[in-house]
């Protein structure tokens, strides 16, 4: 079955840039949408942004300024870059594949999602 | 953007109680509502999508309803393990991810 695994950097210092992997196991990144989605401490659920596996991106708008995703299907990872962080971006940071379901239409649900990694932004 | 609000914010309940989480939607998403189970220091998992169908594997006393603005989550009869934050979000904008409501916790009373 598919897993996802993120990984990078528990600690980052501010002003610095935040870089994450999330690599695919048993499955293939092809064919999929792929987001990013973070929660900071003891808050909900945010969408970051997603990619499809052709490089086409979508970003959350308050952080499209200094926010890159990218895709290597070579590798089946997905990438994020968040820059000039602030203790603000301090999250559990998840990534997870957007599959789609039917019901009487297809719909996009978020069904594979990773354990998630912690990210603290401090000096 | 599509804003999405959840009441309550957090809940208690017994076991065996009857439990309903609603979810509006700043403007008409149809039916492209989903609906997430999180525990503590878990990832989501995901319990009804377009509205009202069952994810596979989800037990049938979590039901989903609605269209449009306004949606609810039901539990039927609250388990132990139901105790959790549910979070609804919206697939419509932009697709095929967007907003997630606030989230609901459901404690124990």
């Known amino acids: 079955q598919v897993q996802l695994q993120e990984s990078g950097p528990g600690l980052v210092k501010p002003s610095e840039t935040l870089s994450l992997t999330c690599t695919v196991s048993?499955?293939?990144?092809?064919?999929?949408?792929w987001t990013w989605i973070r929660q900071p401490p003891g808050k909900g659920l945010e969408w970051i942004g997603h990619?499809?596996?052709?490089?086409?991106?979508k970003y959350n708008p308050s952080l499209k300024s200094r926010l890159s995703i990218s895709v290597d299907t070579s590798k089946n990872q997905l990438s994020l870059n968040l820059t000039s962080v602030t203790a603000a971006d301090t999250a559990v940071y998840y990534c997870?594949?957007?599959?789609?379901?039917?019901?009487?239409?297809?719909?996009?649900?978020?069904?594979?999602w990773g354990q998630g990694t912690t990210v603290t932004v401090s000096s | 953007d599509i804003q999405m609000t959840q009441s309550p914010s957090s809940l208690s309940a017994s076991v065996g109680d009857r439990v309903t989480i609603t979810c509006r939607a700043s403007q008409s998403i149809r039916f492209s509502l989903n609906w997430y189970q999180q525990k503590p220091g878990k990832a989501p998992k995901l319990l009804i999508y377009a509205a009202s169908s069952l994810e596979s594997g989800v037990p049938s006393r979590f039901s989903g309803t609605g269209s449009g603005t306004d949606f609810t989550l039901t539990i039927s009869s609250l388990q132990p393990e139901d105790f959790a934050t549910y979070y609804c979000?919206?697939?419509?904008?932009?697709?095929?991810?967007?907003?997630f409501g606030q989230g609901t916790k459901v404690e124990i009373k």
């Open positions: 979000q919206q697939s419509y904008s932009p697709p095929p991810v967007g907003t």
């Open positions: 997870a594949r957007v599959g789609q379901l039917w019901s009487m239409d297809f719909y996009h649900v978020m069904d594979v």
């Open positions: 048993g499955g293939s990144i092809s064919s999929y949408y």
């Open positions: 990619i499809y596996y052709t490089g086409s991106t």
